[in-house]
Nanobody, 123 residues
Framework: QVQLVESGGGMVQAGGSLRLSCVAS????????MGWFRQAPGKEREFVAG????????YYKDSVKGRFTISRDNAKNTVFLQMNSLKPEDTAVYYC????????????????WGQGTQVTVSS
């Protein structure tokens, strides 16, 4: 069993930055692919970024490339999402997720989810 707890969300003006953290409990964190997803009101959940177990491979939604950076610290069982140059369209609840295998853009490939953290970007 893996439990994921996100933090770092909040309200920021357009152009600002936030850093989300996701701490995982349980074993084998370092063997898991991790992902960040988001869901805006009235919209489906969507993939934002993913990282494989060593952190050598990362993946991003096109609209966040160059602005968001996913990283992980396996010694601290933590995955991060650094979000810069935030836009109002980035407003959503952001979820951390863990998979037993490789990071994927498909939410069905993830086995464990956090409770989410709200990110609100004002114009």
């Amino acid at each position: 069993q893996v439990q994921l707890v996100e933090s770092g969300g909040g309200m920021v003006q357009a152009g600002g930055s936030l850093r989300l953290s996701c701490v995982a409990s349980g074993r084998e964190f370092s063997n898991r692919g991790m992902g960040w997803f988001r869901q805006a009101p009235g919209k489906e959940r969507e993939f934002v970024a993913g990282i494989n177990w060593r952190g050598a491979s990362t993946y991003y939604k096109d609209s966040v490339k160059g602005r968001f950076t996913i990283s992980r610290d396996n010694a601290k069982n933590t995955v991060f999402l650094q979000m810069n140059s935030l836009k109002p369209e980035d407003t959503a609840v952001y979820y951390c997720a863990a998979t037993r295998t490789f990071a994927s853009i498909y939410d069905g490939n993830y086995d464990y989810w956090g409770q989410g953290t709200q990110v609100t970007v004002s114009s």
